[in-house]
């Protein structure tokens, strides 16, 4: 069936790296908008960036200069680049998409920042 699994994230210390994987089964990612979002302790869950089906992207401000997101095709995988990390990045990172009218969420994967 339709899903979507999160992967990648870890304990960073501040100033590194984390790339986020978001496989998906069921679908083309090529054919969806896909989102990242974030859910910080004891914050909402929010959204941080898109990709569309052309590769275009948006991000949020907090994340400009720092994260990219991309997709490679043939594996069927989004992808979220963090590079800088810092402390206030603490949180589950959540992908999306729409599909049939419906949102379809990843699980989640933890990233802690923490020196």
């Known amino acids: 069936q339709v899903h979507l699994v999160d992967s990648g994230g870890g304990l960073v210390e501040p100033g590194g790296s984390l790339r986020l994987s978001c496989a998906a089964s069921?679908?083309?990612?090529?054919?969806?908008?896909m989102h990242w979002y974030r859910q910080g302790p004891g914050k909402q869950r929010e959204l941080i960036a898109n990709?569309?089906?052309?590769?275009?992207?948006y991000y949020d401000d907090s994340m400009k200069g720092r994260f990219s997101v991309s997709r490679n095709d043939l594996k069927n995988i989004m992808y979220l680049q963090m590079n800088s990390l810092k402390l206030e990045n603490t949180a589950v990172y959540f992908c999306?998409?729409?599909?049939?009218?419906?949102?379809?969420w990843g699980q989640g994967t933890q990233v802690t920042v923490s020196s």
């Open positions: 069921g679908i083309m990612l090529k054919s969806y908008t």
């Open positions: 999306k998409t729409v599909f049939k009218s419906q949102n379809l």
């Open positions: 990709i569309f089906s052309d590769c275009f992207s």
